[in-house]
């Protein structure tokens, strides 16, 4: 059983940064990507930012790109999502994840275990 303990939410000022973190239970996590994604009220949960098993290649959604990285630390088990410039509409529970299978690495059917979310407000 794979458990992943998200943490490093908060009130932030736009224009503000936050980093978050996961950590990541099991002994096989650096054999598994990992992506965050988000969830604002009202709509469905929203890929963010993958990571490969490695940390050599990522992949963002472009509503994040050039203000949101993601990293990961293999020897601590942990993924990061750096987040900097942050704006009102980033305010959304932010989830991460293990990606596992198809269809694709945007999409939250292709992962199969989940942190419980960790809540990012974002004031304007």
């Known amino acids: 059983q794979v458990q992943l303990v998200e943490s490093g939410g908060g009130l932030v000022q736009a224009g503000g940064s936050l980093r978050l973190s996961c950590a990541a239970s099991?002994?096989?996590?650096?054999?598994?990507?990992m992506g965050w994604f988000r969830r604002a009220p009202g709509k469905e949960r929203e890929f963010v930012a993958v990571?490969?098993?490695?940390?050599?290649?990522?992949y963002y959604a472009d509503s994040v790109k050039g203000r949101f990285t993601i990293s990961r630390d293999n020897a601590k088990n942990t993924v990061y999502l750096q987040m900097n410039s942050l704006k009102p509409e980033d305010t959304a529970v932010y989830y991460c994840?293990?990606?596992?299978?198809?269809?694709?690495?945007?999409?939250?059917?292709?992962?199969?275990?989940w942190g419980q979310g960790t809540q990012v407000t974002v004031s304007s």
């Open positions: 994840g293990r990606r596992n299978g198809p269809p694709s690495s945007t999409s939250p059917r292709s992962y199969d275990f």
């Open positions: 990571i490969s098993s490695s940390g050599g290649t990522t």
């Open positions: 099991g002994r096989t996590f650096s054999g598994y990507a």
